[in-house]
């Protein structure tokens, strides 16, 4: 049986020791796992990374939608970046999409306010799903 695990973190993130000493005590006694991550740089992308390099660990990313055209969900004013539409909610929907798929566990990367981050890290948590915080002291 494979054990998914949710990985949200900042952008900026950039210990990837710490990052896969988590994963490591995370995965190592299973012969599958699935690291689930959105696709963005920072903790995503060691993420990402740890998983290939590492036999019977996959990586399944789902990035940010940011150029698809807002929902009946959005409230926020129109928005545009070089010239074309963009959601910024898009992230939110991510997350909750990563959530929704299942986890067995979310580890979480946050620096400072770290808002996408600490939204997956609620959603999660509202989904009964346990979270590892890694970035507060």
């Not at 990374?49 to 004013?77: F, I, L, M, S």
Request: aromatic residues 8%.
């Amino acid at each position: 049986m494979s054990k998914r695990i949710l990985v949200t973190g900042s952008r900026d993130w950039s210990n990837w020791e710490l990052l896969h000493l988590a994963l490591y005590a995370q995965t190592k006694h299973f012969e599958d796992a699935i690291i689930v991550h959105g696709c963005a740089p920072g903790a995503d992308t060691i993420a990402r990374r740890y998983a290939g390099g590492r036999v019977g660990v996959t990586a399944e990313g789902h990035p940010a939608e940011w150029d698809k055209p807002c929902g009946t969900g959005c409230y926020h004013r129109p928005r545009f970046k070089n010239g074309k539409p963009y959601c910024p909610l898009q992230g939110h929907f991510r997350n909750q999409l990563m959530v929704d798929l299942g986890a067995d566990l979310c580890l979480a990367f946050p620096l400072g306010e770290s808002r996408g981050t600490r939204d997956c890290m609620k959603r999660a948590e509202r989904a009964g799903i346990r979270v590892i915080n890694y970035g507060d002291d």
